[in-house]
């Protein structure tokens, strides 16, 4: 059987039809499309409504620079760069944002041009090629990682009860496991495993999709019990459900009351409160009160994927800095020898 020959009138006539959805990708309609029907991870997993509203914000943001009716494939990185220019001479959000908003957005909207590329309609991409393909996100050159000393944070624990019942017990989270707020708020009594001693930290609420059951403090535990006793819960019950539950449908406290708790718990016991911190300044602190203990398990405990992450949590403090300025090696012993522990012989 003779194969019919491909004329150059139906190759053009492929690529029209390959470039009929790139033509009618707007803006608008690539970021209603992805955050409805690019919902999953690779692996399968449901992105969390959080990140879908920050993704539909970041779209918003573009449409009022671009136009809603942008064409995506008309795009260029030159007209990219007059966005970054102006989303960070206040454009959108009517005050000046720094280096890592800009990388959230362009990351973000990269994401969902990735998406098109590899979303095929009639056995062809929405988009071939997109403008992010080759353009640098840029990152913070100095960015603040400010992190809350134990004495401030004692004193948050001390007023918190006289902002909210809630509040006590959402720092001591925070502080004792170096949890993200997110999976704090999203904690059920059935993840308090008293008798074991654990906590379970569900894979929906985790920024990596992991599910961890680390061993929890007792001086928190206590806490816990002391919480629960007060305000009964058992099952699958939220251990800190919005005070408007109708309003949210019976979901938890939004990070947007929980930050508002604790500027006023900042406000009350008339400590300072760094510059651009708020609750991930515990995670900061959780992770560099634990510098000198092993790498692998610091990172399992406070839910870390990989210790490379884990490091630019460790702030350097005076003590360590200190110690280490003042370090001087005894006469005749190497390094290995150093980092051996007493009773540790070497091996090999």
């Given at each position: 059987?003779?194969?019919?020959?491909?004329?150059?009138?139906?190759?053009?006539?492929?690529?029209?039809?390959?470039?009929?959805?790139?033509?009618?990708?707007?803006?608008?309609?690539?970021?209603?499309?992805?955050?409805?029907?690019?919902?999953?991870?690779?692996?399968?997993?449901?992105?969390?409504?959080?990140?879908?509203?920050?993704?539909?914000?970041?779209?918003?943001?573009?449409?009022?620079?671009?136009?809603?009716?942008?064409?995506?494939?008309?795009?260029?990185?030159?007209?990219?760069?007059?966005?970054?220019?102006?989303?960070?001479?206040?454009?959108?959000?009517?005050?000046?944002?720094?280096?890592?908003?800009?990388?959230?957005?362009?990351?973000?909207?990269?994401?969902?041009?990735?998406?098109?590329?590899?979303?095929?309609?009639?056995?062809?991409?929405?988009?071939?090629?997109?403008?992010?393909?080759?353009?640098?996100?840029?990152?913070?050159?100095?960015?603040?990682?400010?992190?809350?000393?134990?004495?401030?944070?004692?004193?948050?624990?001390?007023?918190?009860?006289?902002?909210?019942?809630?509040?006590?017990?959402?720092?001591?989270?925070?502080?004792?496991?170096?949890?993200?707020?997110?999976?704090?708020?999203?904690?059920?009594?059935?993840?308090?495993?008293?008798?074991?001693?654990?906590?379970?930290?569900?894979?929906?609420?985790?920024?990596?999709?992991?599910?961890?059951?680390?061993?929890?403090?007792?001086?928190?535990?206590?806490?816990?019990?002391?919480?629960?006793?007060?305000?009964?819960?058992i099952g699958s019950v939220l251990l800190f459900p919005h005070p408007q539950r109708r309003r949210h449908r019976g979901g938890p406290v939004t990070r947007h009351l929980?930050?508002?708790?604790?500027?006023?718990?900042?406000?009350?016991?008339?400590?300072?409160?760094?510059?651009?911190?708020?609750?991930?300044?515990?995670?900061?602190?959780?992770?560099?009160?634990?510098?000198?203990?092993?790498?692998?398990?610091?990172?399992?405990?406070?839910?870390?994927?990989?210790?490379?992450?884990?490091?630019?949590?460790?702030?350097?403090?005076?003590?360590?800095?200190?110690?280490?300025?003042?370090?001087?090696?005894?006469?005749?012993?190497?390094?290995?020898?150093?980092?051996?522990?007493?009773?540790?012989?070497?091996?090999?």
């Amino acid at each position: 059987m003779r194969r019919k020959p491909i004329t150059a009138f139906e190759t053009a006539q492929q690529r029209m039809r390959r470039d009929r959805a790139a033509l009618s990708l707007t803006l608008e309609t690539l970021f209603a499309r992805y955050t409805t029907e690019g919902r999953h991870l690779a692996d399968g997993s449901l992105k969390t409504e959080r990140y879908l509203e920050h993704v539909r914000q970041t779209g918003r943001y573009l449409e009022q620079f671009f136009g809603r009716g942008q064409l995506v494939s008309e795009l260029t990185p030159d007209r990219v760069h007059d966005y970054v220019v102006w989303r960070r001479d206040g454009g959108a959000a009517g005050r000046r944002v720094g280096a890592n908003t800009i990388r959230r957005d362009l990351g973000m909207f990269k994401a969902a041009l990735n998406w098109a590329c590899q979303k095929y309609e009639g056995g062809h991409p929405l988009l071939t090629r997109h403008a992010l393909e080759k353009v640098r996100i840029p990152t913070e050159k100095d960015p603040k990682r400010p992190l809350l000393e134990a004495e401030s944070i004692r004193a948050l624990v001390a007023v918190a009860p006289s902002v909210h019942p809630f509040l006590r017990p959402m720092i001591l989270l925070a502080w004792r496991t170096g949890r993200r707020l997110s999976a704090i708020l999203a904690l059920r009594w059935d993840d308090v495993g008293f008798e074991k001693g654990t906590i379970r930290w569900r894979a929906e609420h985790d920024k990596i999709r992991q599910t961890w059951v680390v061993p929890a403090r007792s001086d928190l535990l206590k806490e816990l019990r002391r919480f629960r006793a007060e305000r009964p819960g058992i099952g699958s019950v939220l251990l800190f459900p919005h005070p408007q539950r109708r309003r949210h449908r019976g979901g938890p406290v939004t990070r947007h009351l929980a930050a508002y708790w604790l500027k006023e718990a900042f406000e009350r016991g008339k400590v300072t409160k760094p510059k651009g911190g708020l609750w991930h300044m515990f995670r900061r602190a959780w992770a560099t009160e634990r510098k000198d203990l092993p790498l692998k398990d610091v990172a399992a405990a406070g839910g870390w994927r990989d210790t490379s992450t884990l490091l630019r949590y460790q702030q350097p403090d005076e003590e360590t800095l200190r110690a280490v300025v003042e370090f001087d090696r005894p006469r005749g012993r190497a390094w290995f020898d150093l980092r051996r522990p007493p009773n540790r012989r070497p091996t090999g």
